[in-house]
């Protein structure tokens, strides 16, 4: 007989042991390990979402109502805390075109756009998103987006983007529009307005809008057709928006379009470190901005968590959700010193970042450092570049937020969905931003009390000499005469109680012969106070009208609860059955 002696093996540190310090700090996981293969990738990617970034950064603190070099300061330390804190490997933090929209919406009622209060309050609210996004991840609460569904939030994001398109028109035609949130005054302005179009300026803008969609477009079958590596395909598409910076500020440079055509240009862009910046501290303006504050924690922290998701499956990789807030939220503290104004993950960059060859942390840390040098280098030759291009880019990028597709097939499937996804997408564009999200949420939350309050009840029969139960309405079964089985398809909570009650009731008063209810648990996974109450006066009207009153298939943490509680020993453990067919059996309704 052979023996196999276990050689205990050496303890060491591990970092990706549970508890261990890769749990708070992932950048462990690869630093440890770093592979020397993985260094190209993580140097390509860095570079190429920096092409794409500067002039999305710029573009974004515009629409933010920011001076544009805010966009760029806010690409620095965020991106650097993220790629140390992370837990997607792919991910692109930094400014996007929604939070910037909410970010206007949340500091434009408070003060002045360009004035140095507005950009106080804007740092003051990345401090605000960074506190809840880091306390929500360090106490678990980030199943709290559950309550921003799919469909609200894809009426929110289609009818932002719509928002955010109207908000860009006067950069793109050139005309002087007052500032407005609400929608309709957007379009009001941009008709009576629309005379004073700069025809320079507009045709630099649709220009650019041209060149962006031919790159987002049309190149790609292009550099396929001339069998070029896919893995240069994705990347050199996304290098349309410094294509069109390049060509506007050199036609504004050469022609002296600034002068001579009234185009608006960027204008001086301060070059150096990012400074050292500082909140308000003020409670009032603490309590002024703690909606857009929440509305930029939940949305942004959605929009992140999603395409960080969906990139990390390709590789067969793992996000943890609540270190993605507290990374999210760390990152947000860093803007908040730093300059800059509220991030999150961005989903173009980010597949762009993960085509590129993106394997670790390191090319985020590569894009920030590579945004440092061009804030401390390069900041100069943007002074020429025309507003309307920076217009354009915003125009492209929130184009593809606008989701039909969605709504199709939210509408085809469930339309309870879908008027959650309508209301929130009407609420935006007819009442603003902020609330316009929360009357989705409402929305999504009233109607699923609704649906939930009427749960789908089947009568079940037995199928053949089998002991499957199935909807009398569906299969052919066998059913027993004195006897009726109903399974209930829903939790039992106080909204839908007395709707189980009064169909129970109305089932045994439409069968005089029936002596035996036998109520089926088995899609039953919560039984709260109200409706334990409810089953304790069902049972007696039950009793009083000469039936008993059984429960069949109740799962174990219900039973649990119930038996903690005395209900079963009031019942009666005799009226408890481990299946349907021991009830029926028990209650001589088989052959």
């Excluded at 109450?533 to 009208?545: F, G, P, Q, V, Y």
Aim: hydrophobic share 55%; aromatic share 8%.
């Amino acid at each position: 007989m052979t023996t196999l002696n276990r050689v205990k093996k050496p303890a060491v540190w591990r970092s990706d042991a549970a508890g261990g310090p890769a749990r708070y700090f992932p950048f462990l996981k690869w630093l440890l390990h770093y592979q020397r293969q993985d260094l190209v990738g993580d140097l390509l990617a860095g570079l190429i979402v920096t092409i794409m970034l500067v002039p999305q950064a710029m573009a974004y603190a515009l629409l933010a109502g920011l001076p544009p070099e805010v966009g760029l300061y806010a690409s620095i330390v965020p991106l650097i805390i993220y790629g140390l804190l992370g837990t997607s490997r792919t991910l692109a933090v930094g400014p996007v075109a929604i939070v910037s929209l909410l970010v206007a919406t949340g500091v434009a009622p408070l003060a002045e756009q360009g004035s140095a209060l507005y950009i106080q309050l804007a740092l003051t609210l990345a401090l605000l998103v960074g506190l809840i996004q880091f306390l929500m991840g360090v106490v678990k609460l980030g199943f709290l987006v559950n309550f921003l569904s799919h469909p609200v939030l894809a009426g929110f994001t289609s009818a932002a983007a719509i928002v955010i398109g109207f908000s860009q028109l006067k950069h793109l035609l050139g005309i002087s529009m007052p500032r407005s949130e609400n929608f309709i005054e957007q379009v009001l302005a941009a008709v009576e307005h629309a005379p004073e179009t700069n025809g320079i300026t507009m045709a630099i803008g649709l220009a650019s809008i041209a060149i962006l969609f031919y790159f987002k477009n049309g190149l790609g079958r292009l550099l396929r057709r001339a069998r070029l590596a896919e893995s240069l395909v994705v990347p050199l598409t996304k290098t349309g928006p410094l294509v069109v910076v390049l060509l506007g500020t050199l036609a504004v440079l050469l022609l002296g379009l600034d002068k001579t055509a009234g185009v608006k240009i960027v204008g001086d862009v301060p070059a150096g470190l990012p400074p050292l910046s500082l909140p308000s501290i003020s409670p009032g303006i603490w309590l002024a901005l703690l909606p857009a504050a929440l509305t930029i924690s939940f949305v942004g922290f959605m929009e992140s968590i999603s395409v960080a998701k969906s990139l990390a499956s390709k590789r067969r990789q793992k996000i943890e959700s609540n270190q993605e807030l507290i990374a999210l939220g760390v990152a947000n503290l860093g803007a908040t010193f730093t300059g800059g104004y509220p991030v999150t993950g961005g989903f173009s960059r980010s597949v762009v970042n993960f085509a590129a060859g993106a394997n670790t942390g390191l090319a985020s840390i590569i894009t920030a450092l590579l945004i440092l040098l061009t804030v401390i280098f390069l900041t100069p030759l943007f002074f020429f570049l025309p507003q309307t291009v920076l217009a354009a880019i915003i125009l492209v990028a929130v184009a593809g937020l606008i989701d039909v597709k969605t709504f199709k097939h939210v509408w085809k499937y469930n339309k309870a969905d879908a008027v959650s996804l309508l209301a929130t997408f009407g609420a935006v564009l007819l009442v603003g931003v902020e609330t316009g999200i929360l009357v989705g949420v409402a929305a999504a939350i009233l109607l699923f009390i609704w649906r939930t309050s009427r749960p789908h009840m089947a009568v079940v029969g037995r199928i053949g000499q089998t002991e499957t139960y199935r909807n009398v309405l569906r299969h052919p079964v066998q059913t027993c005469p004195h006897a009726i089985a109903v399974r209930v398809d829903q939790s039992l909570y106080f909204a839908n109680t007395k709707y189980l009650e009064d169909s129970i009731l109305q089932m045994v008063a439409d069968r005089p012969e029936v002596k035996h209810v036998v109520l089926i648990g088995i899609a039953v996974n919560f039984i709260d106070a109200s409706a334990l109450e409810t089953l304790e006066s069902l049972i007696h009207e039950l009793r009083d009208a000469g039936v008993d009153f059984y429960l069949a298939d109740i799962k174990g943490p219900v039973m649990d609860r119930l038996k903690t509680i005395g209900f079963v020993e009031a019942v009666g453990t005799d009226h408890f059955f481990l299946s349907t067919h021991e009830a029926m059996v028990a209650l001589n309704c088989t052959n």
